[in-house]
């Protein structure tokens, strides 16, 4: 999806319009967390599973309906080794890779223990916790609108900076202000409303890398935020139970600095 409108949006609008397409993510937390955790909640944690299959049926029956067989933009083609050779042997995009995985990592080592750091230090129980998931989609949501406004004005490697630095520095503030349960979710906004602000800065930078392989290219991307996201959660409860949410949060704002290193180098390259 990402490549299909990076190849029919101008880049200097491209950030407002794929800001427009993370709206999705940002609306399963405020709306879908909260069922889910209701229905978890009320009935057992395998309430859920039908409705995905439900809404994974309808949401089949949509795609299939609505995107064309053929894409006129492009003739298929079946290189797809000269895609890969393009985006490996380039160091900006190598360089982009690796911003998506030290974010992603940062952001999964908070994402994974939050609700156990809630539950240690306030008691809060599932419907609770849905509740703050709640607010971390608002916060997304509003991420997803200052990347809309401002990102493409900005400068996408401007915008990445300042959410990188910004995110950074809400993990250092997360567990001072989060000595209390109100605290704790105000640190949680700033926290995710950075990283937010991040991720949708730098997939508008990622679709014009290596245009002649813009697939590949986000594909890979994604492959980051899965590897990075692995790293965080593996690093998570390691860490947590052994020093604390507070190293949690300092390992967060190292790996934010290695996404700053990787974004210079991609600068240069």
């Known amino acids: 999806m990402q490549a299909y409108f990076g190849d029919r949006i101008p880049y200097a609008q ?13 609306m399963s937390f405020i709306i879908g967390v909260p069922v889910v955790g209701f229905l978890i909640d009320t ?28 894409d006129p933009h492009h003739e298929l083609t079946n290189n797809s080794r000269a895609g890969y050779n393009a985006v490996f042997t380039s160091t900006p995009a190598l360089a982009g890779i690796s911003i998506a995985m030290w974010a992603s990592a940062g952001n999964e080592l908070v994402n994974v223990i939050f609700g156990v750091w809630l539950e240690d230090s306030f008691g809060l129980r599932i419907a609770a916790l849905a509740g703050a998931s709640a607010l971390i989609g608002i916060s997304e949501l509003s991420g997803e609108g200052l990347v809309a406004f401002t990102t493409d004005r900005l400068g996408k490697p401007l915008a990445l900076t300042l959410g990188l630095a910004g995110n950074a520095l809400a993990s250092i503030l997360l567990p001072f202000i989060g000595q209390t ?14 990283f937010e602000y991040v991720m949708v800065s730098h997939i508008p930078m990622m679709t014009e890398l290596v245009p002649s392989a813009r697939a590949t290219m986000l594909s890979l991307n994604v492959t980051g935020h899965s590897i990075g996201r692995a790293l965080g959660a593996f690093l998570a409860a390691i860490i947590y139970q052994r020093y604390g949410f507070m190293f949690v949060a300092l390992t967060a704002v190292l790996f934010n600095a290695a996404g700053l290193l990787a974004l210079r180098r991609m600068q240069k390259g």
């Open 14 to 26: 491209r950030g407002t319009a794929l800001a427009v397409t993370e709206v999705a993510w940002s």
């Open 181 to 194: 349960q109100t605290g704790a979710l105000i640190g949680l906004f700033l926290f995710y409303i950075t």
């Open 43 to 70: 009935f057992g944690w395998s309430a859920p599973f039908p409705f995905f299959t439900l809404l994974g049926l309808v949401i089949f029956f949509v795609i299939w309906r609505i995107v064309p067989g053929k």
